[in-house]
């Protein structure tokens, strides 16, 4: 399996980010969105964040959100990449693309499946993420809720993600990345630091020498630029 994108999701503290970043993770993700136990504030994210190497993207994690407040936030936190994660339309994805910021969509693999010809037309350039249907529960994603297909561009799987299942889960669902949040946690919301050395470990591991899928080599946005500034 040729080289895959790793995001690790949920990120609280100075130690968990060195640990995701010197692991090789390609991205590293703050949850903005009220009501879960990773949520972090947008100065703490702006804090964590410059500690992150330029290449690696800082992911804001949103959910039905005003996109206003989202933007705001956003900004805030300096971040290179927002990533929603509810009902957002491709407007918002337009209106956060011409602020400067990268994009991810969400889906649960069965809202996904769901879509008709036409809709998967339409969200088919942009960069998806597959889930569970309850995100950050822990529930093992399940490959059968693929019956319609995978995204046919860039793609992430995601969704009771460990160490000991992803290679079996990857290998079955051939996404372009993974992105893991519960299964790097020793109790809920808390990262451990070994865990997410073990997991991205097991991720490479499943590789063969060659570019990785999706970590394109990344245009720097205006968030790049300010975050250097700093």
């Known amino acids: 399996m040729a080289g895959m994108y790793v995001k690790i999701c949920g990120l609280r503290t100075i130690e968990t980010v060195a640990a995701a970043t010197e692991a090789g993770a390609d991205a590293v993700g703050f949850v903005f969105a009220p009501g879960s136990p990773r949520t972090i504030s947008a100065d703490a994210a702006a804090a964590l964040g410059r500690g ?87 529930v093992a994603f399940d490959p059968g809720t693929l019956e319609a297909g995978t995204p046919p561009g860039f793609w992430l799987l995601a969704g009771g993600l460990t160490a000991e299942n992803v290679g079996q889960l990857a290998s079955a669902a051939r996404p372009s990345g993974v992105d893991v949040s519960s299964g790097v946690e020793s109790s809920r919301g808390v990262k451990d630091a070994r865990l997410i050395r073990d997991f991205i470990g097991a991720v490479r591991a499943l590789e063969q020498p060659g570019r990785r899928q999706g970590s394109t080599t990344k245009e720097p946005s205006p968030m790049d630029a300010a975050r250097d500034e700093d």
Do not use: C, K, M
Not at 123 to 137: F, K, N, Y
């Open 52 to 138: 992150v190497p330029p290449v690696v993207e800082t992911v804001g994690v949103f959910r039905n959100q005003p996109i206003g407040e989202v933007l705001a936030t956003a900004h805030r936190a300096r971040l290179t990449t927002v990533q929603l994660h509810g009902d957002e339309s491709l407007a918002d994805i337009a209106r956060l693309r011409l602020e400067g910021f990268r994009t991810l969509r969400a889906f649960s693999a069965a809202a996904y499946s769901a879509l008709d010809a036409e809709a998967r037309l339409a969200w088919e350039s942009e960069r998806i993420l597959l889930d569970a249907v309850e995100p950050g529960a822990g």
